[in-house]
């Protein structure tokens, strides 16, 4: 009923950029408030910014001023842009969609992780 495909990771250096993109299949972006999280080695998955259906947008602190989440309806994609990235920000980037069905059943669906390495 509905699916989350990331593409945009790979390997940056200390203070470089990057856009992460998740496609959504039929018109979960309108319905779902959208996000991003993260996954270091060893560490919890983590949240990185949420954006609702209306376009509010919250971040972590870790990432505030840094990272900036948007939607683009008509092409049915959430983006990340992760600009003045850090070692720290490494881990799998996951894309996450909350929201209900038009027949008002609930959904939350994953995608399947993209890996993100800053080195420095």
């Known amino acids: 009923q509905g699916q989350l495909v990331e593409s945009g990771g790979g390997l940056v250096q200390d203070g470089g950029s990057l856009r992460l993109s998740c496609a959504a299949s039929?018109?979960?972006?309108?319905?779902?408030?959208l996000g991003w999280y993260r996954q270091a080695p060893g560490k919890q998955r983590e949240l990185v910014a949420t954006a609702t259906s209306s376009g509010n947008a919250n971040y972590a602190d870790a990432v505030k001023g840094r990272f900036t989440i948007s939607g683009d309806n008509a092409h049915n994609t959430v983006y990340l842009q992760m600009d003045s990235l850090k070692p720290e920000d490494t881990g799998i980037y996951y894309c996450?969609?909350?929201?209900?069905?038009?027949?008002?059943?609930?959904?939350?669906?994953w995608g399947q992780g993209t890996q993100v390495t800053v080195s420095s």
């Open positions: 039929g018109s979960i972006l309108s319905r779902a408030t």
């Open positions: 996450n969609a909350q929201g209900r069905w038009p027949w008002g059943a609930p959904f939350e669906l």
